[in-house]
């Protein structure tokens, strides 16, 4: 609604934008009231003095798309609420572990039962074994596992197992691909490292760093070069089964089956990190979706159910490397936590349900479908795609296949402009361009339908 106001003194209200009409009047134009976020610019300010950056992880900063991160007080199913009382539809779900929907009352009920009899043991616990039969049992290469803390404890710990196996020490790993902050994988690495434009971390040794080797994803000559100026010297590859650290990036087919074949006749491993995908673009990971038999695997996220987990694992004869079996040591106090396996178990439990992953594909590729067609409806250049329950999207005019083309091509200043304005209208996106999305099953047709509008609305502004 517009509303006239005669004369140069006209001053707009709170929350309205003022143009020039034919004729010189002034006219007050009702605007979306800008977002409240008073509070949370409060518990950040605060924050800041108290933790570098104000953020526990430098993901969670606002810094690439301006402004301050907004704080939560909560969530529940597929939405997030902060300490000011406003209402969002949450796409990043924890960063992946809420897939059957954040505070799932069956996995809350579950938790409160674990509680009870105690929340660390220090020993032995029969959920570990039922955590692991779970994990096995859905994906095709594993044998054995080994429960750790992280995502990044697992990669940190599996490159010392791959190593340890082979009796070599070099690393191949893709640019963009990010295995958690441990030493030798912050080279060329992607999520955080990418967004807020950092070199090589300071503090790593280059003698740390001076075996990764780093490759071009989807790119397998790069790979093969590598393999041989170092003949017999490598020990694996590491990958992203989908990238998720860089945007979100498909890998050719074509490309997996190369890289294991080329690890077959070099006598490295085949190693792929699931800790985004495992138990996301399907139950058996990106490995199972792709056909692909890697030699050992990394997972997190959904196997904890919203507790920190991770875990590594692969065929017998190279885990039973690890201690206590074998030589190659590596420990952790809270490993195995009963409340992480409480929450994996009943998580994992949810999922195998019937129409699980077919609800999660439905509401995910409508999701990315309609982002792309609303671009391209309002003049704008996207690129993107989904595969279950993980999407993205590039402000790209060319498909994206690697990070050197999302660093290239995508516009990222288009895409702060955008992240912002899908915040004040209650859409919470990840605060990078180099991030992928996540949804669950709590997401539902409603929140699809106000997510494609709210993309309508903001990209006419754009």
């Known amino acids: 609604m517009e509303v006239a106001f005669v004369g140069a003194a006209a001053v707009p209200a709170a929350g309205r934008t003022v143009r020039r009409a034919a004729g010189g009047e002034l006219v007050c134009t009702a605007a979306k009231p800008r977002l409240n976020t008073q509070r949370s610019t409060e518990i950040f300010e605060q924050a800041k003095k108290l933790m570098p950056g104000g953020v526990n992880s430098p993901v969670r900063a606002f810094r690439s798309v301006g402004g301050n991160p907004v704080v939560f007080d909560r969530v529940k199913g597929s939405k997030a609420y902060d300490v000011d009382g406003n209402e969002y539809i949450d796409y990043i779900g924890s960063w992946g572990p809420a897939i059957v929907g954040a505070a799932n009352d069956e996995v809350n009920e579950a938790l409160i039962k674990a509680i009870e009899k105690g929340t660390s ?68 690495a992607g999520s955080g490292v990418a967004t807020l434009g950092l070199p090589d971390s300071p503090g790593v040794p280059k003698s740390t760093t001076a075996a990764t080797l780093v490759a071009q994803y989807n790119n397998l000559e790069s790979v093969r070069q590598l393999f041989e100026a170092n ?30 074949e080329l690890c077959t006749k070099h006598g490295a491993l085949l190693c792929f990190d699931e800790v985004m995908t495992g138990f996301r673009i399907s139950y058996g990971g990106a490995q199972a979706y792709f056909d692909v038999k890697p030699d050992v695997s990394t997972f997190g996220k959904v196997i904890g159910g919203g507790l920190p987990v991770g875990a590594y694992g692969g065929r017998r004869e190279i885990m039973e490397m690890v201690a206590p079996a074998g030589p190659m040591y590596q420990a952790g106090t809270l490993s195995g936590n009963p409340l992480a396996m409480t929450a994996g178990l009943k998580t994992l439990e949810i999922l195998r349900r019937p129409g699980a992953y077919e609800q999660l594909d439905k509401i995910t590729k409508r999701l990315s479908n309609g982002l792309l067609e609303v671009a391209k409806e309002t003049g704008h250049d996207m690129t993107g795609g989904s595969i279950s329950a993980m999407f993205g999207q590039f402000f790209s005019s060319v498909p994206v296949k690697n990070f050197e083309d999302a660093a290239a091509n995508q516009d990222g200043a288009k895409f702060g402009k955008f992240h912002r304005g899908m915040l004040e209208r209650g859409i919470y996106l990840a605060p990078s361009a180099y991030e992928a999305g ?6 539902t047709e409603e929140d699809i339908d106000k997510t494609i509008e709210a993309t309508r609305d903001v990209l006419k502004t754009l």
């Open 121 to 188: 043991f220090g020993a032995p616990c029969e959920l570990e074994n039922e955590l692991a039969s779970a994990v096995i049992d859905a994906v095709p290469s594993l044998e054995m596992v080994r429960m750790v803390n992280s995502g990044t404890e697992a990669c940190m710990s599996v490159i010392r197992l791959m190593r340890a196996f082979t009796g070599r020490e070099k690393l191949i790993k893709f640019s963009g691909c990010y295995h958690g902050h441990a030493d030798m994988y912050l080279v060329q």
């Open 231 to 260: 003949e017999g010297e490598i020990a694996g590859v590491i990958l992203e089964g989908v990238v998720g650290n860089s945007g979100f990036i498909v890998p050719d087919v074509s490309f997996l089956k190369g890289l294991r």
């Open 438 to 443: 996540f949804t669950g099953l709590a997401h």
